[in-house]
């Protein structure tokens, strides 16, 4: 429902989109109550909803076409550009992509959270300033603590919360300011 998003933001009405583009106010009431997928839209009707919404029809599309791959997967795979790309690199990298704001204004508040706090440990690790346009992210928290799927494991093999607190005792911070607990990023094969 990215379109309801952005009519949050822009402080606009169903009404007045539909008038601006040009596209019928029960196909905009559709896209929005997600009776009708975007994707399913003519090309033109989504091309004319994102020029009008100021946004891309990549960005209008990416709900419905992108799929989210799980969370271990994607930490995996983090980790693993890290150590092929080399720190700054894997900065460079993810900044010029935007990545962490992209992950974000998906909703994708886990990997957003998580790419941000990797950019700011590798930060540390090698003296460098944080870089300021996600200031507004880092206070962000996931209301409840994500452990690694093995700390899950153990505490249900255990029957004990022991491995939960050994991760947070262990937890990288930077991690940890978003309620994730993470203690080794650079351990991968």
Do not use: E
């Given at each position: 429902m990215i379109v309801n998003e952005i009519l949050e933001q822009k402080n606009m009405t169903k009404y007045?989109?539909?008038?601006?583009a040009n596209v019928p106010q029960t196909t905009i009431i559709d896209i929005c109550s997600g009776k009708t997928?975007?994707?399913?839209?003519?090309?033109?009707?989504?091309?004319k909803l994102a020029k009008v919404l100021e946004t891309s029809m990549e960005l209008l599309l990416s709900a419905e076409v992108e799929e989210r791959p799980a969370f271990e997967i994607f930490k995996s795979n983090v980790c693993?550009?890290?150590k092929e790309m080399g720190d700054l690199n894997f900065i460079f990298s993810v900044l010029q992509k935007d990545d962490v704001r992209k992950f974000y204004d998906k909703r994708w508040y886990l990997e957003s959270l998580y790419l941000l706090a990797m950019l700011d440990f590798i930060s540390r690790e090698n003296n460098i300033p944080l870089c300021k346009k996600y200031n507004d992210l880092r206070n962000a928290r996931l209301q409840e603590t994500v452990y690694p799927t093995g700390v899950y494991v153990m505490c249900m093999a255990s029957g004990n919360e022991q491995a939960k607190n050994e991760g947070l005792a262990n937890a990288i911070p930077e991690f940890l300011r978003h309620n994730i607990v993470e203690s080794e990023v650079r351990n991968v094969c």
């Open positions: 007045k989109l539909a008038k601006l997928k975007i994707d399913k839209c003519a090309a033109g009707t989504i091309y693993h550009r890290v």
